[in-house]
């Protein structure tokens, strides 16, 4: 069963019609991250957007605001290096060569091992936080760019799944 499937056929089963429906994520449903650095868990409690940037510098977003104010964020927490300063104040006209090796020495100099599993980790963590305090919606924290599709194709399955309680749309 897939994730979904599970929740609802979890939710289904402890419904009782007298009382309200409550919501329910089982716990072995909750994927258990590898444990980041030490030094990475420093700078992710200091500069709370580290886990975003991460992402786009394996993702080879070029330069943008998100990563001045990034920087911004860290000198404004005590972390100062020259590569930091000199990205806080970079022109967003940088080529793309001279940003990667911007971004190569800043993170050469934060003296943090960054890998593209801890880069996923610390961003997808990062929504689930900014969602639980109320700084996103939960739907704004899926992926805007198949939320359609998969919601359609869950629905889709849900129906062939279950057709007997369906109208006219599956039939046989």
Not at 53 to 65: A, C, E, G, N, V
Not at 90 to 101: I, S
Not at 123 to 143: F, H, K, M, P, Q
Request: charged letters at 25%; proline letters at 4%.
């Amino acid at each position: 069963m897939k994730l979904i499937e599970r929740l609802l056929h979890y939710k289904a089963a402890s419904v009782n019609v007298s009382e309200p429906l409550e919501t329910v994520v089982p716990d072995e449903l909750i994927k258990h991250y590898p444990e980041p650095s030490e030094r990475l868990q420093g700078l992710l409690r200091k500069a709370p957007g580290t886990g975003k940037m991460l992402f786009q510098y394996f993702q080879h977003k070029d330069i943008s605001m998100d990563w001045k104010y990034w920087a911004t964020d860290l000198l404004e927490n005590g972390i100062e290096t020259p590569g930091i300063i000199q990205l806080a104040g970079e022109d967003l006209d940088l080529f793309p060569t001279e940003f990667t090796e911007l971004l190569d020495t800043v993170f050469k100099e934060l003296d943090v091992e960054i890998n593209q599993e801890a880069a996923y980790c610390s961003y997808v963590l990062g929504i689930a936080e900014e969602v639980i305090r109320g700084e996103r919606t939960a739907r704004s924290g899926l992926r805007t760019d198949n939320v359609n599709e998969w919601t359609h194709q869950f629905f889709e399955k849900l129906v062939k799944a279950n057709e007997k309680y369906c109208t006219t749309f599956y039939q046989g």
